[in-house]
């Protein structure tokens, strides 16, 4: 079986900094796209920011300049460093990866992480 794990999260202060990870584990054949998403209360899931295999990115308008999104695919691992956090950033923010599991080429499937809770707040 694939997991995604995310680990990270927690509380700052607005203007702080949180670094998030993702460590994808299991069967795994190959690693395409991946991303991260967010979910504030009472709202739907939105992207934060995704990353291709070969490491082009795209980033959602409102983090855009704040975040980062990198990746080391030696390690299966997804990051986001989130600097200038603002109160509005509070979500749970869950990885997303599309993966081709072993044996089941040419398809990929998207999994998803637990999510972890980042709350801005002085």
């Known amino acids: 079986q694939v997991q995604l794990v995310e680990s990270g999260g927690g509380l700052v202060q607005p203007g702080g900094s949180l670094r998030l990870s993702c460590a994808a584990s299991?069967?795994?054949?190959?690693?395409?796209?991946m991303g991260w998403y967010r979910q504030a209360p009472g709202k739907q899931r939105e992207l934060v920011a995704t990353?291709?295999?070969?490491?082009?990115?795209n980033y959602a308008d409102s983090v855009q300049g704040r975040f980062t999104i990198s990746r080391d695919n030696a390690k299966n691992t997804v990051y986001l460093q989130m600097n200038s956090l603002k109160p509005e950033d509070t979500a749970v923010y869950f990885c997303?990866?599309?993966?081709?599991?072993?044996?089941?080429?040419?398809?990929?499937?998207?999994?998803w992480g637990q999510g972890t809770q980042v709350t801005v707040s002085s």
């Open positions: 997303g990866a599309d993966i081709i599991p072993t044996g089941y080429g040419p398809y990929e499937y998207v999994y």
């Open positions: 299991g069967r795994i054949f190959s690693i395409n796209a």
């Open positions: 990353i291709t295999s070969g490491g082009s990115t």
